[in-house]
T-cell receptor, first 110, second 116 residues
Framework: SQQGEEDPQALSIQEGENATMNCSYKTSINNLQWYRQNSGRGLVHLILIRSNEREKHSGRLRVTLDTSKKSSSLLITASRAADTASYFCATDEGYSTLTFGKGTMLLVSP | ETGVTQSPTHLIKTRGQQVTLRCSSQSGHNTVSWYQQALGQGPQFIFQYYREEENGRGNFPPRFSGLQFPNYSSELNVNALELDDSALYLC???????????????FGPGTRLTVT
């Protein structure tokens, strides 16, 4: 079953713009992770935020976590065509098994 | 590149047949997890192996089984294939030491299975 649900399902922007994706989940978590997937291939780990953290940065990525609302957001600043991919949030309840959402498809046009 | 490899890359099987997929973990990782990703969906957890024993299982029937070997490589076996088993199968490796988990998982490129 899917726990995380990403919003929007698809997002189309121009290069240089910011992209924001949201994720909601249902149960208590140990951490939440964001992954990227290109063309239906393997997943690439982007960032992990623990349940006691509220915000985390990595390069052009900014992730926030609100455990009271059971939601997270991923912001990609100054997007590039190479950022075109599907983005998934995944929750870890503490057993190192991940529950993924259905993903957001991001298209960045030159 | 994560250092996790999977074979084969693509596979076409007939309904009712059996299939074995293989995964080689990243060096130093002792835990492997398998996920099934149907088209347009997020990956779904099948099971996890730690020190050659199953250590958690998702909502998949017993015809999905696995093995982990002493070198931490792993196999996923699916018996009596059904059309709905068509999907991308991903393995992911990570490290566990006692009760301390390294939560980041490193995914392989996947095996795309088509059942006709």
């Amino acid at each position: 079953s899917q726990q995380g649900e990403e919003d929007p399902q698809a997002l189309s922007i121009q290069e240089g713009e910011n992209a924001t994706m949201n994720c909601s989940y249902k149960t208590s978590i140990n951490n939440l992770q964001w992954y990227r997937q290109n063309s239906g291939r393997g997943l690439v780990h982007l960032i992990l935020i623990r349940s006691n953290e509220r915000e985390k940065h990595s390069g052009r990525l900014r992730v926030t976590l609100d455990t009271s609302k059971k939601s997270s957001s991923l912001l990609i600043t100054a997007s590039r065509a190479a950022d075109t991919a599907s983005y998934f949030c995944a929750t870890d309840e503490g057993y190192s098994t991940l529950t993924f959402g259905k993903g957001t498809m991001l298209l960045v046009s030159p | 590149e994560t250092g996790v490899t999977q074979s084969p890359t693509h596979l076409i099987k007939t309904r009712g047949q059996q299939v074995t997929l293989r995964c080689s973990s990243q060096s130093g990782h002792n835990t492997v997890s398998w996920y099934q990703q149907a088209l347009g969906q997020g990956p779904q957890f099948i099971f996890q192996y730690y020190r050659e024993e199953e250590n958690g299982r998702g909502n998949f029937p017993p015809r999905f089984s696995g093995l982990q070997f002493p070198n931490y490589s792993s196999e996923l076996n699916v018996n009596a294939l059904e059309l709905d088993d068509s999907a991308l199968y991903l393995c992911a490796s990570s490290t566990r030491s006692g009760t301390a988990n390294s939560y980041e998982q490193y995914f392989g490129p996947g095996t795309r299975l088509t059942v006709t």
